[in-house]
């Protein structure tokens, strides 16, 4: 079946550290997202993507990057960790049509901690 | 901007009590509006969805009808179960994208 992988699932860092957490999709859509969620805040969106080479700054961009070199992998890289990223982080996946927006699909969530 | 707000939790009810989670939504054009379900430990996944206004969503015996005279898209369900016990998020989305945009969440707990 197809489907959206994240890893690692959970994860500790130090402050100052690069990390990077890894989205594979085997839908091959088009569309890929990272959101963070924080109690309070719900799901913010971080940087999305709507083709190979394609990126876009979110809501909540900073200290973070991300690349698009194939259609099913959008990794995110957290430059210098600070403790304020502390979070799980969600991927997400969908397929443009012609009509209204449709359904996103979920990973499972990675568990950040800077410590 | 966009923006989805959506009523703070936890709601706690009794099984089969009747559910209402509200949510009211500011865009500038003509948004879909979703609802979203959490479990523990999982990551999200489309509960219920509305592309016009007066279109109602329905799944799994909840419902939500897109009034736009309100900007609304409020949360029923009639008799909740235990296993109906998750996060509800609210949220919209305006392009073909479909880059959503989110509440803060409602968390539901539901007593036996």
């Known amino acids: 079946d197809a489907e959206i992988t994240q890893s690692p699932r959970h994860k500790i860092t130090e402050t100052g550290r690069q990390v990077t957490l890894a989205c594979h999709q085997t839908w091959n859509h088009n569309n890929m997202f990272w959101y963070r969620q924080d109690l309070g805040h719900g799901l913010r969106l971080i940087h999305y993507s709507y083709g190979v080479q394609d990126t876009n700054k979110g809501e909540v961009s900073d200290g973070y990057s991300v690349s698009r070199s194939n259609t099913e992998d959008l990794p995110l890289t957290l430059e210098s960790a600070a403790s304020s990223q502390t979070s799980v982080y969600f991927c997400?996946?969908?397929?443009?049509?012609?009509?209204?927006?449709?359904?996103?699909?979920f990973g499972e969530g990675s568990r950040l901690t800077v410590l | 901007g966009n923006s989805v707000t959506q009523m703070e939790g936890p709601v706690t009810l009794s099984e089969e009590a009747f559910l209402t989670i509200n949510c009211t939504y500011t865009a500038t054009g003509y948004p879909s509006l979703f609802w979203y379900v959490q479990y523990p430990g999982e990551g999200l996944q489309l509960l219920l969805k509305a592309t016009k206004a007066d279109d109602k969503g329905s799944n799994k015996g909840f419902e939500a009808t897109y009034r736009k005279e309100t900007t609304s898209f409020h949360l029923e369900k009639g008799s909740v179960q235990v296993s109906d016990s998750a996060v509800y998020f609210c949220a919209l989305s305006e392009n073909a994208g479909n880059m959503l945009t989110f509440g803060g969440g409602t968390r539901l707990m539901v007593k036996p």
């Open positions: 997400a996946s969908s397929l443009t049509g012609t009509g209204p927006p449709g359904e996103l699909f």
